[in-house]
């Protein structure tokens, strides 16, 4: 027997019959299956089955709860959210916090532990609002774990999956928050449900003002008999909603195949132009039409294995080529290696290219039998109708009160009934209804936007939680004051560094917090031009995206506009750059009755901008506060002289890029820095795929003031890598991938034992003696890492072992001649002798260098 004679203290609640009676307990006992209650408002004890009793637990109890809990507490506290009449509502928030369920994924982040998964969990067959298959993956874990987290890159659809969410969730009975920082985000979705007949089901809440527009606007639940379907009807329909989804799904997995064939097909004519373009003469040779693309390419690093050895084409060598690569022609044989590379190379390309586009007309075929968007159309009707036959079922006989604001706390349980799904901003949730209710589903979105303090306010309401966002955005500022004032109280607390309020938003926090976090990333892509979306893929999302969006205009999608050299930026604003957008950039691409957004890193910018376009359609606002918008065409004014930190932030670039649906226009300054840059990745990106780089041709008689300089960047076309038969080589092969994987250096990759004539089409810089010794085909560079977007080399390797390297002779001679060429075509190199050490250290140290990244 447990007895419990005294008061509760905020240790524990206490549920009779589902209803939380705690407050008015004063105390229990269990005495076998019974539980027996004694209530404030009476000296008589009440007897009730112990099946009707539920005790929860607080996670207060736990020393490393409350100490996390105090430390938010405080930075509630410093940080503040003021009301009208100055008072501190954050604080006060968490003032009312007495109790939190054992249950809550509040308690989970507080206490560090991973909460437990659910034993099982039905699959997902009903989206309302169609789905993909990464939107369906995270669907299903939503409804599988009690934590899962949605990474939704722009464009992908995180809107459509938070729905589908929230539709599965009212049909299954359940209670759903829907909070992000600001209005914007829940808005976006409470007016999907609007536009699909079901905002009755939400109550839109919040601040006052939110609160007082809805009491304003409450309604009558509309008329649902015509959704109502009978039992053989229901039978029916989900059937054929099943038979549908199992359709779809196959289906879509060939509609994901053939997007990324479309792509990787442009990709390659492309590869194959600039092939082109290097070939000074052709060779008359033609290979065997019915080489598949595989077995050219292993004629193609044959014939480079061959030549980097010196092996010869003895008998043996020649019938496995004619066997193998019907090669059957003994001219073949009298041409230079380097001739023969080329001939497979260009045999290559052809036969990719037709393989590519013989399977993407198949997979065209197939869709087209199939009528792929009529029976997405027809699934999502009929899932809807699902959906709408179980509200109809709910609400049939419902007469729904008219709610005063008063009731919204009084009765919380009963508007729950009416209303399953509350929006609200993340700091307003626990004022929306009474401070004990607990949502069985919260889902935080734009959470990369969330701070620490109001994301655990949510969290505390939360039996489950859906955190969606996308740490590749813009996260919450925390400026320089307030982030000393409140990593001073992260120190005095000694936390663990993903409670760092200044450092982390919610997303950061909970990714670090829990690494095993049931996650799903959201790929297929539909809102910008492929062009202009596969740069942020290639260079942000390491080519995870699926790019289903189709160009709609004949704009071309990518431009660059430099202005003249010249120190044109001031005090964050660039004078020079507004005249190119007005004089240049909008009358010349005909953008005046375009929708136009121009985005800025800066607010000065940004002011002078609004002035300038004031009265127009056009608009002008930060980087930042463009985040969850999107306009047609997008101008990125940079403004600054030399591209700084704060422009060139990977999270702030990949935000702006993505705002443009049909063009991205770059208006960059005349001032080109020697400095790797993302800003400069973008530029080496459009001019690879043969986009306009346009010369302003705005000057002023104080641009001669400054003295301006460029630098010529040449462009290589990557080969196979081969494996080396040196254990040295291969070590450092290993070595440099495993450098190369780490985020900050993606951009980059490595090539072995590349030919020193590869990167030279200009000899007049060297020697006789130095163009003979470069134009060898025995002298290459051990490695080259080069920009994946630019196909241009950064950084030459060269592997030293002991016993080429340590003597003075012909070897110590053909090094310093090779320095010597790579200096004069200002190729960085960096020498490693087997003997050495901090190899990893010094290749860092080189990369964080020539990438500029400032720590």
């Not at 995270?138 to 969410?165: C, D, M, R, Y």
């Not at 044989?333 to 080329?342: A, E, N």
């Not at 020697?674 to 002023?700: C, G, M, P, V, W």
């Amino acid at each position: 027997m447990y007895n419990k004679e005294t008061a509760l203290l905020g240790k524990e609640a206490i549920y009779i019959d589902g209803k939380d009676n705690t407050n008015d307990i004063q105390s229990y006992s269990f005495m076998g299956e019974k539980c027996i209650v004694a209530f404030k408002s009476s000296n008589k004890k009440y007897t009730y089955n112990r099946d009707r009793v539920q005790i929860i637990k607080s996670a207060l109890q736990s020393k490393k709860t409350e100490t996390t809990f105090n430390y938010l507490k405080e930075i509630a506290d410093t940080v503040g959210l003021k009301s009208e009449e100055g008072k501190n509502i954050l604080a006060d928030s968490y003032e009312r916090i007495s109790f939190i369920p054992e249950y809550a994924i509040l308690a989970n982040y507080l206490n560090e532990t991973h909460p437990e998964d659910f034993a099982s969990s039905s699959p997902i067959e009903i989206y309302p609002f169609g789905f993909n298959l990464s939107q369906k993956d995270g669907v299903n874990n939503a409804f599988a774990n009690p934590l899962s987290l949605i990474e939704g890159p722009p464009g992908t659809g995180k809107t459509q999956t938070i729905l589908n969410i929230i539709a599965n969730a009212v049909i299954n009975g359940q209670s759903v928050a829907v909070v992000s920082s600001n209005n914007s985000a829940t808005k976006n979705v409470y007016e999907k449900l609007e536009k699909n007949g079901l905002s009755f089901v939400a109550a839109l809440l919040g601040n006052s003002q939110n609160k007082k527009e809805f009491i304003e606007s409450q309604s009558d639940i509309p008329d649902l008999s015509k959704f109502q379907l009978t039992d053989k009807q229901l039978t029916q329909v989900k059937q054929k909603n099943s038979e549908l989804l199992i359709q779809l799904t196959e289906k879509l997995a060939q509609k994901n195949e053939l997007a990324t064939l479309k792509l990787l097909l442009e990709n390659i004519k492309t590869e194959q132009r600039h092939f082109l373009h290097t070939l000074q003469t052709s060779v008359d040779f033609k290979m065997n039409g019915s080489l598949s693309s595989d077995r050219l390419l292993a004629l193609w690093n044959s014939i480079t294995d061959q030549e980097r050895t010196g092996k010869q084409f003895n008998w043996w060598k020649k019938l496995v080529y004619r066997f193998r690569y019907q090669i059957k022609d003994k001219g073949f044989y009298t041409l230079s290696h380097w001739d023969m590379i080329r001939i497979a190379q260009s045999a290559y390309y052809r036969t990719k290219i037709a393989e590519l586009a013989y399977r993407i007309k198949s997979l065209e075929k197939a869709l087209h039998n199939f009528a792929f968007d009529a029976k997405m159309r027809e699934y999502s009707t009929i899932s809807m109708r699902l959906f709408k036959n179980e509200l109809h079922r709910r609400y049939q006989h419902t007469k729904r009160p008219i709610y005063q604001e008063a009731d919204l706390r009084a009765k919380s349980t009963s508007f729950i009934e009416d209303y399953p799904v509350i929006m609200s901003t993340t700091y307003s949730l626990r004022r929306c209804l009474a401070e004990h209710t607990v949502y069985d589903y919260v889902i935080i979105d734009e959470s990369s936007q969330v701070d620490l303090a109001t994301g655990a306010l949510a969290l505390s309401c939360a039996k489950r939680a859906v955190i969606v966002g996308d740490l590749k955005q813009l996260p919450n500022v925390v400026d320089a004051t307030m982030a000393q004032k409140t990593d001073a109280i992260f120190q005095a607390f000694k936390l663990a560094e993903p409670y760092r309020y200044a450092k982390n938003s919610l997303l950061a926090s909970i990714t670090q917090l829990f690494p095993d976090v049931h996650k799903t990333l959201l790929k297929e892509h539909y809102r910008c031009h492929p062009k202009i979306i596969e740069f942020c893929n290639r260079k942000f999302y390491n080519d995870q995206l699926i790019i289903l969006s189709e160009p709609t205009t004949e704009r071309e999608p990518l431009l660059v506009y430099r202005t003249v050299a010249g120190n044109h930026a001031r005090a964050r604003m660039n004078q020079r750059q507004i005249d190119v957008i007005l004089q240049e950039i909008i009358p010349q691409q005909q953008l005046a009755s375009a929708d136009l957004g121009i985005v800025t890193p800066y607010r000065n910018q940004t002011n002078a901008l609004q002035n300038t376009f004031a009265g127009t359609e056009i608009m002008a606002d930060t980087v930042d506060k463009f985040q969850g918008r999107e306009n047609d065409v997008i101008i990125l004014s940079t403004v600054d002289n030399e591209i700084s930190e704060f422009t060139d932030n990977p999270n702030r670039l990949n935000v702006a890029i993505s705002r443009a649906k049909d063009q991205l226009i770059l208006l960059v300054h005349g001032n080109k820095s020697e400095n790797e840059s993302n800003i400069a990745d973008l530029i080496r990106y459009i001019e690879y795929n043969n986009f306009t780089i346009i010369q302003s041709k705005l000057h002023s008689i104080f641009d001669y003031l400054y003295k301006g300089y460029e630098e010529k960047r040449r462009r290589i076309l990557s080969q196979k890598r081969i494996k080396s038969v040196f254990d040295s080589e291969n070590l450092m092969y290993t070595l440099v991938h495993s450098v190369l994987s780490d985020d900050r250096f993606s951009k980059y990759d490595v090539l072995l034992h590349f030919p020193l004539r590869s990167l030279i089409h200009d000899y007049s810089l060297l020697s006789p003696e130095e163009e003979k010794y470069a134009r060898h085909h025995l002298t290459h560079l051990d490695f080259l890492i080069y920009n994946k977007l630019g196909k241009n080399p950064v950084l030459a390797i060269e592997v030293d072992g002991y016993a080429y390297h340590a003597q003075a002779g012909r070897q110590t001679e053909r090094d310093a001649m090779k320095d010597a060429i790579l200096e004069k075509y200002d190729l960085p190199l960096l020498r490693f002798s087997t003997t050495g050490s901090g190899e990893r250290e010094r290749l860092v140290r080189r990369l964080e260098e020539i990438t500029a990244i400032r720590q």
